[in-house]
């Protein structure tokens, strides 16, 4: 892309200005409650990115990467190659010291490499999505990589649970009949990396259809709440799933529950809501009416009056302290928004029935600006927050200090992807080794697995 066309935001990503053009505001600090707080956190980042001679991944000085796993490289298992669209991922205590890495792949069925096909993990023989596990010794060797889940459809984010397994959730609402699938789609599926076979391909039913992206858990109450992407009006709304068995381990979600959706009183829309600290009390609970969607979109379905609350591209979630906090990766008038927003981050406090805007990023003036459109989000162990950019142009990993300094901590380079290609690959399913010492991230395209260590704890 030449100069001339380039937008403000890339030509701010190439001269370094990235860091120091991301706007934000509210009340950064409530965003850390009850997170990591074993090591002093960082105050001013990590300074610069400094280019990586090898074009894949450009970090701050003392930092350096290891490349796990690359979309087409063959599976350790022999299993196939490595699937396409390396998306949500959370990192899980492996053997003597080692790391487990559950990942997704978002794959369509116009995917370049499906995640193949493996006896006992198939939901749908069709669908070209699922999740591959990877063992790591404790230098980020990888021992192993195998599928873990296959058959299922365009596998976005998800979440762990408190009994150390992840739910892979499809984002997406196609029926059977649709693209060439044999069954419906648009359901959570548990995985265990440990033992795949443990968990099979089973959907959790109860939990709803429609195009989830994230989830968190409750580790007090085995509460599971789940943000939905929807792409078009009405947008998707904000659930939490009332197991029949809370905190009952591995498969106990399979004993179904209730599925209710958030009404916030006299605001339909969230995306209208623009003051940070903006504070809704007695938050009100909707059962969902058909949780399965059998014949309609559970966003479309009648929650009586006055209605249900609404929100544009809801995605990263995750629990802290005695919260759940999720994002709105951004908003637009002109999609059919209430307003216009460059990402926020809401807390919902269970005990108090009380949801609060805390944090909105992006500036008031250019959506093209670094910093715009959150997406994946994770606690980091200095004390701090890890956010995926997902917008257009350079994409970075960013860091937020507990003061609200923001600093750029990864940028993919151009030259990641196909020669020639303007396109720079999101990132995604950022998470840290149990241990602190190591942040694994993916690129979305071409699928890429990253081991990054350095002074995290400076």
Known sequence: MSEARATRRQILARTGASAAAVAFTGAVAELFSGGPAAAAPSRRGYGPLVPDPAGLLDLPKGFRYRVLSREGDPLRSGEGRVPSNHDGMAAFAGRHGG????????????????????????????????????????????????????????????GRTPWNTWLSCEETEDRAGTNGYT??????????????RRTGAVPLTAMGRFQHEAIAVDPHRGVVYETEDAFDRPFGLFYRFLPNRPLGGTGSLRAGGTLEAMRVPDVPDLSVVQEPGACFEGIEWVRVP??????????LQDFGPPGITHAQKLEGCYWSGDCVYFVSSYARVAEGS?????????????RRRRLTLIVVFGPATDVQLPGESPDNICLAPDGGLMVCEDGNGAQHVFGLTRRGRVYPMARGRQDIGKPGSPEWGEF????????GHTMYVNCYTPGTTFAVTGPFAR
């Open 99 to 158: 790391v487990r890495l559950v990942r997704n792949h978002e794959n369509r069925v116009t995917a370049a490499i499906p995640v193949p096909r493996v006896e006992g993990l198939v939901y749908d023989p069709m669908g070209k999505g699922g999740c591959t596990a990877l063992e790591l010794d404790c230098d980020n060797r990888v021992l192993s990589e195998r599928v873990a889940l296959s058959g299922t459809a365009v596998n976005c984010a998800g």
């Open 183 to 196: 069954k419906d789609h648009g359901f959570v599926f548990e995985v265990d990396g440990a033992d795949p």
């Open 290 to 299: 058909d949780p399965s969607a059998r014949h309609t979109p559970v966003r």
């Open 338 to 350: 209430g307003a216009d927003h460059f990402g926020q981050v809401w807390r919902y406090e269970p």
């Open 428 to 435: 995604a399913g950022v998470t840290f080794a149990p241990d």
